[in-house]
């Protein structure tokens, strides 16, 4: 579902444009950070299918959504979150 909604938010974005994703951050093992590992609980027990994902994982819907120019940031007010933006290519000349 969250691919789908990151290929929709991509076709839907003008050329140019970005799309951005924000999530808790989470190590590709998942060993942690604490703060993510315990949101991912908190998701696994009171959604149908919720997860925090890995950075990686967020990398490569933008990828596969055909978004360009990705960007990995930080937060100073939330430290324990990761922001990943990629930008829809302009269409050929």
Same mark, same amino acid.
């Given at each position: =579902?969250?691919?789908? $909604?990151?290929?929709? +938010? ?6 140019g444009?970005?799309?951005? *994703?924000?999530?808790?951050r989470? !190590?590709? !093992? ?6 993510? *590992? $315990?949101?991912? &609980?908190? =998701? ?6 919720? !997860?925090?994902?890995?950075? +990686?994982? &967020?990398?490569?819907? &933008?990828?596969?959504?055909? $978004?360009? !120019? &990705? +960007?990995?940031?930080? *937060?100073?007010? +939330?430290?324990?979150?990761i ?10 000349r």
């Amino acid at each position: =579902m969250c691919a789908r $909604l990151v290929t929709a +938010a991509a076709r839907a974005v003008a050329p140019g444009g970005v799309v951005v *994703l924000k999530d808790l951050r989470i !190590d590709d !093992d998942r060993a942690g950070p604490i703060e993510g *590992l $315990l949101f991912a &609980l908190n =998701m696994a027990i009171y959604t149908e299918a919720g !997860d925090v994902y890995p950075t +990686a994982q &967020l990398r490569r819907w &933008l990828i596969e959504a055909g $978004l360009v !120019d &990705l +960007a990995e940031r930080r *937060l100073a007010a +939330a430290p324990d979150a990761i922001v990943i933006s990629g930008r829809r290519p302009a269409p050929p000349r």
